[in-house]
C-alpha cells in the first residue's frame, strides 16, 4: 500500500482542528496502540489515588505468560507502577499491559470493559477493546480519526504525563533497554507516543511533534514496514506545520463509507515472527528464509550479550538517522563452545542506504560490513 493510500490524520493538539486527513474512518487493528488507552486508564488511576507511582504491582502467571514483546516478569515478582508505565511506553510490554489491567480491573476481560466504555466517554464511537495490549484479537478495532481523540485528549487530560511519551529508553534489570518509537529520533521536534505492529494491522503509528510552540498529532496505520511507517509521519507532519490548513474538529470528521472490518495489512503466510523491534534468529539458518527480511543489510558486531548487541543496533540508528531511516533490526543468536553470542544486524535497506551507513559509522570508528542479497540468503555464510 502506498504511504498516499493509507489511513491518516493530523491534528493540531491544542484546538482538536483536522489538518489532514485520508480514509479517517476505515477500521483498523490497533496493534500496540491499543497500550494508549491502558495507559489513559493507568494515568486516571494515578490522578484519583487509586494507584501510586511507586506502589508495587505483583505479576500474575497469566501476565508472565504474555507472548512478546515483554519484559520477561517472571510470575510471582513484582513491578512499580512508575516502572510500569515506562516499559508501556518504550518497550510496549505486553506482560506489563496485563498487571496494570489487573490492578486496575480485577482482571483483564473488565479492564477492556472500562477501556472501550472510557472510548465512548471520549467520543472515539468506531473503538473497541478486548483487551489491554493489542494483541490480535477480533474484538480490537479502531479508526485513525479515533486515535487522534485519544492522543489528544492524553496530551489535554494528563499534561504532567506527557514528556513521558518522549523518553528514548528505560532501565530494568541492569539493563538499558532502547524505545522502539524510531520518530523520537528521526524527526526534529518529535515528543512522543506509540508504535504498533502485528501482520493484520501492518505498522501503525500516532506520533506528536513540537515547532514553534505549536504541537502536532500524527496518526499513520497500516504501513507495510518500519521504514514506510516512518516516512509517511514524517512527510504528513512536514506538509502540517508549513502548509496546514484547518478543516473542522476531529470530532466532525467524516470519510466515505468505510469497510465493516478491518482488512490484513500483511497476510500470515507473509509474515516473519516480528516483534515491535527486533527479530531474534537462533541456529544456523539463512536469516532472509527464517524471518521474511531481504534488501541489503549491515553486520555491527557479534556479542555475548543480548542487551549490548541490542543496544549496538540502536546506536548504529542514532547514528545514521535521520539520513537513514527504517531497516529491521536482526539479532541471530549462536551458541558453541558453551557461550552464546548475538549478530547484530540491520537489514531490509536499500544498497545505497547501507552503503552510506557503513561508510557514515566507520567514519565513527564503529565496526560495519555491507552484506548483499545473497549473503542474507546464505545458510553457510560466516558473517555471523
Given amino acids: 500500500m502506498a504511504a498516499a493510500d493509507l489511513p491518516a490524520v493530523v491534528a493540531d493538539a491544542a484546538t482538536g482542528n483536522v489538518l489532514y486527513a485520508a480514509r479517517p474512518l476505515d477500521p483498523w487493528r ?3 496502540l491499543t497500550k494508549l488507552m491502558t495507559l489513559y486508564l493507568v494515568f486516571e488511576a494515578l490522578d484519583a489515588g487509586d494507584l501510586g ?14 507472548p512478546p514483546t515483554k519484559l520477561g516478569l517472571a510470575a510471582g515478582s513484582e513491578i512499580a507502577v512508575d516502572d510500569a508505565v515506562s516499559a508501556l511506553i518504550v518497550r510496549s510490554a505486553n506482560d506489563v499491559a496485563v498487571v496494570l489491567a489487573e490492578a486496575i480491573a480485577g482482571d483483564e476481560a473488565t479492564f477492556a470493559a472500562l477501556m472501550t466504555f472510557r472510548a465512548r466517554d471520549l467520543g472515539m464511537g468506531r473503538t473497541s477493546f478486548a483487551n489491554a495490549s493489542g494483541l490480535p484479537h477480533a474484538g480490537n478495532v479502531t479508526d485513525a480519526r ?15 504525563q506527557a514528556d513521558r511519551f ?16 524510531g520518530l523520537l529520533t528521526a524527526y526534529a521536534g518529535a515528543d512522543g507516543m506509540k508504535t504498533g505492529f502485528t501482520c493484520a494491522s501492518g505498522y501503525n503509528l500516532v506520533g506528536t511533534a513540537t515547532r514553534d510552540g505549536r504541537r502536532l498529532i500524527g496518526v499513520v496505520l497500516g504501513a507495510t514496514s518500519r521504514g514506510a511507517r516512518l516516512a509517511a509521519m514524517r512527510n504528513l507532519l512536514d506538509r502540517a506545520f508549513v502548509d496546514g490548513r484547518a478543516d473542522g474538529p476531529l470530532a466532525d ?61 540502536a546506536s548504529a ?62 545458510a553457510r555464510a560466516m558473517w555471523w
Avoid at 507511582?53 to 504474555?66: C, F, I, Y
Avoid at 518522549?166 to 518509537?181: C, D, E, F, K, T
Avoid at 507473509?270 to 541489503?296: F, H, K, Q, V, Y
Avoid at 558453541?336 to 551507513?357: D, W
Fill in 30 to 32: 490497533p496493534a500496540s
Fill in 146 to 160: 479515533d486515535m487522534a481523540i485519544l492522543a489528544r485528549a492524553l496530551l489535554q487530560h494528563f499534561p504532567e
Fill in 166 to 181: 518522549a523518553m528514548l529508553g528505560m532501565s530494568h534489570g541492569g539493563r538499558m533497554l532502547p524505545s522502539y518509537n
Fill in 53 to 66: 507511582g511507586e506502589e508495587s504491582l505483583p505479576v500474575s502467571g497469566r501476565a508472565a505468560a504474555q
Fill in 317 to 378: 540508528r542514532k547514528r545514521i538517522e535521520p539520513a537513514i531511516t527504517g531497516g529491521q533490526p536482526v539479532l541471530i543468536e549462536r551458541r558453541a563452545a558453551g557461550i552464546t553470542r548475538y549478530s547484530a544486524l540491520l537489514t531490509n535497506l536499500s544498497q545505497q542506504q547501507a552503503v552510506s551507513a557503513c561508510r557514515t559509522l566507520r567514519a565513527a570508528n564503529a565496526y560495519c560490513v555491507t552484506l548483499g542479497p545473497e549473503a542474507l540468503k546464505n
Fill in 253 to 313: 470528521l467524516t470519510g466515505p463509507a468505510p469497510a465493516t472490518e478491518p482488512p490484513v495489512v500483511i497476510p500470515p503466510a507473509a509474515c516473519g515472527p516480528a516483534a515491535e523491534e527486533e527479530i531474534l534468529l537462533t541456529g544456523r539458518s539463512a536469516p532472509a528464509a527464517r524471518a521474511g527480511i531481504g534488501g541489503w543489510g549491515l553486520t555491527l558486531g557479534i556479542l555475548s550479550d543480548k542487551a549490548a548487541a541490542q543496544g549496538l543496533v
